[in-house]
Nanobody, 127 residues
């Protein structure tokens, strides 16, 4: 079982920046084992939205519609950690952000549920 722990959420004014982190633990990463980690978000009354993901094997990244350019995902494989840099934030970015992990990035590309989820971290952007 993979345990995911997020950090870095909080409140920011529109136009500001936040950086989220997510560290995975609880499994032994084998030489040939690769994993996709990333973020979803959900605002009250809205559907879950794909934010971004990165594949540990080759660093390939995926972004939700309209988020590329403002959000950047990166990773530190040695620490099993992914980061989400959010810049030029807007009030519509307000949501609970959930870290997730899966064997591949299909949940972010075509949809579906990742294997593992974090507990979520709240991000609030004020106008």
């Amino acid at each position: 079982q993979v345990k995911l722990v997020e950090s870095g959420g909080g409140s920011v004014e529109a136009g500001g920046s936040l950086k989220l982190s997510c560290t995975a633990s609880g499994y032994i990463e084998k030489i040939d084992e690769r994993r996709c980690m990333g973020w979803f978000r959900q605002a009250p009354g809205k559907e879950r939205e794909r934010v971004a993901a990165i594949y540990s094997g080759d660093g390939m990244t995926y972004y939700g519609d309209s988020l590329r350019g403002r959000f950047t995902i990166s990773q530190d494989n040695a620490k099993n950690t992914v980061f989400l840099d959010m810049n030029g934030m807007k009030p519509e970015d307000t949501a609970m952000y959930y870290c997730a992990a899966h064997l591949d990035c299909l949940p972010w590309v075509v949809g579906g549920n990742p294997d593992s989820w974090g507990q979520g971290t709240q991000v609030t952007v004020s106008s």
